[in-house]
């Protein structure tokens, strides 16, 4: 069994050194790997970090970019039974990231796998909420619904190559391909095991414009959705009363209180700016996917 490790990159050279080094230090237990990095014009040293670790590098020009195309020129460029993807700002917590995570592959009891992700030193405070909202503790494997992420999955490569992923989103294109597979009784599966840490270094307009096109892309996947300004404005004081809470409890509300405002207006209000002209979706899944701790697997 081999797995093809596909990691995106533009400008990677921050936590690229970390991940690398993580990757080769993996306890693989006869597992065979390569590293396959797909950069869309790095001017940095990620290219230069990638030869150095012995990569095969994948470019693709920044006019011909998407998520799902630079996913599946990586994948077309793999040689492995199995597909890892991982942020090239994602680093594994252990050693055993890796087998974790192809594990419920190679054993047949899923086609898909996504493990979980924590904050690292340098994430924001509100990030970290998210992340203990959608990666809980406890494995679920297979799961119910389609929710997973490419920060931090694996696929079969034999699933990949009659499905790829959807070139033309704007983001979101694992939960469009999840979604896809389950619809035909294909198993996803999430791995708490498989622990990374997943860090952001964002200014405040970038982080609109994340959620800006997943809101965008999550219209495409799930239609029905309709964020309306009332709805900005309730999630907005929702998740600041949640994040506030918790920041006080940690003793760090004075110093957390601006970024805390900042980081959850530019989510919502990216939201929002995304997703305000498609129809209404019924208020029990619209409020699954959107306030703070209220989960339900899509």
Not at 183 to 206: F, N, P, Q, R
Not at 230 to 250: K, P
Request: aromatic letters at 12%; charged letters at 20%.
């Amino acid at each position: 069994m081999r797995a093809s490790i596909v990691i995106r990159t533009y400008n990677e050279q921050r936590y690229l050194p970390r991940l690398l080094r993580a990757i080769h230090t993996q306890s693989t237990q006869g597992l065979d790997y390569e590293v396959i990095v797909v950069d869309s014009g790095s001017t940095d040293k990620t290219l230069e970090l990638a030869k150095d670790y012995r990569c095969k590098i994948v470019h693709i020009a920044k006019s011909e970019f998407s998520f799902g195309r630079s996913l599946n020129l990586g994948c077309a460029a793999a040689r492995g039974d199995c597909l890892v993807f991982i942020s090239g700002h994602c680093v594994p917590v252990n050693d055993e990231w890796l087998v974790r995570l192809v594990a419920p592959l190679v054993e047949g009891q899923v086609a898909m796998t996504y493990g979980r992700q924590i904050g690292g030193e340098t994430t924001r405070f509100s990030e970290h909420q998210i992340f203990s909202k959608f990666y809980p503790k406890n494995s679920q494997t297979p799961q119910k619904g389609y929710f997973c992420n490419n920060a931090n999955s694996a696929l079969l490569q034999s699933v990949w190559s009659t499905y790829r992923f959807n070139e033309a989103l704007t983001g979101l294109e694992d939960m469009y391909l999840g979604k896809q597979l389950t619809e035909v009784g294909i198993k996803l599966g999430y791995v708490a095991e498989a622990m990374v840490y997943h860090y952001h270094h964002e200014s405040w307009a970038t982080v609109q414009r994340r959620y800006e096109r997943e809101a965008i892309a999550l219209q495409y996947i799930m239609p029905e959705i309709h964020v309306s300004f009332a709805d900005f404005l309730r999630y907005l004081s929702s998740a600041l009363l949640l994040d506030m809470g918790c920041a006080l409890q940690q003793k760090q509300l004075w110093q957390l209180s601006k970024e805390i405002f900042l980081f959850r207006f530019m989510q919502f209000w990216g939201t929002y700016r995304g997703n305000h002209n498609h129809r209404q979706l019924s208020r029990k899944r619209k409020e699954t996917y959107f306030y703070p701790r209220q989960t339900e697997v899509l």
